[in-house]
């Protein structure tokens, strides 16, 4: 079943998604299919930052809050895991 778009569409002049973590299996597939669908998104990355994404140390208080300040997303969604979990 196909949700509506939470925010205006890229070009628009609503508040984007910011997707933290959009390199990930979860995060990387959520934040295509948002792009593809035109939705206004920012995604963020930390270890393989590359244009569109932005770079985020996760565990970087300043960085984090830096960023939500400068981005002013309408909401955050935060995919982003650790994967070895037994390492």
């Avoid at 792009?35 to 565990?59: D, S």
């Amino acid at each position: 079943r196909r949700m509506p778009a939470p925010t205006g569409h890229a070009g628009s002049s609503a508040a984007p998604l910011l997707v933290i973590g959009a390199t990930g299996l979860v995060g990387g597939t959520f934040f295509q299919a948002l792009q593809r669908e035109g939705v206004a998104v920012v995604g963020t990355a930390h270890q393989r930052a590359a244009n569109p994404l932005e770079p985020l140390e996760l565990t970087d208080r300043t960085a984090v809050e830096a960023l939500v300040r400068r981005v002013r997303p309408m909401a955050v969604v935060l995919p982003a895991a650790f994967t070895d979990v037994d390492g």
